[in-house]
């Protein structure tokens, strides 16, 4: 028991048999005696080069839209593991393949903005990583993934001379 000296401090408090033999037939397996929140792992949200790597430009449900780039966007992140985005309401309209992809842009820009550690307003400064973008100009919203390392996109298109870049990461 030596090996464990913390446990025995444990086994002790409790003073119990059971516990000290359970405790040896699991030879430290388990913690005795500690808060259940101690034994949970932080969630880790995919990184951003993952949900790049993802991007196919289409949806796996197989169908369009009249606008895909948050649809096409949207099937990258939950490729990538974001299946929050499946149950988000944040997301007001799916798409018509049943998939639960994201149609609208503005729906991302929120869920963006939840997520969100850092924010730069504008075209995000060359290697900064990726960087989530929304784009915006009258009448017109679009999303998409820009890894400033490269200088590639990850999206239907660049909308680099629209007024508003707002850049997310996490
Ligand atoms: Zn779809």
Known sequence: MNKN???????????GYVLLLLGIALQGCVSLGRPAVAL?????????????AAFTRSCEG???ESNNCAHFLSDAFIRAGYAEL????HIEQRCVCGAGRVVRAQD?????QEKSKRFHAGTPPKSSGIWAVYQEKPGRRHV???DTDTGKYYGTDNCVNWPVQWAYQW
Do not use: C, N
């Not at 000296?5 to 003073?15: A, D, F, I, L, S």
């Not at 792992?41 to 993952?50: C, F, K, N, S």
């Not at 991302?108 to 963006?112: A, E, I, K, T, V």
């Open 144 to 146: 998409l993934l820009l």
């Open 5 to 15: 000296p913390v446990w025995r401090r444990e086994g002790r408090r409790t003073g």
């Open 108 to 112: 991302l820009l929120r869920w963006f």
């Open 86 to 89: 499946l149950t988000s309401t």
């Open 40 to 52: 949970q792992r932080p969630q880790m949200d995919p990184p951003l080069a993952q949900v790049a």
């Open 62 to 64: 197989g169908k369009r």
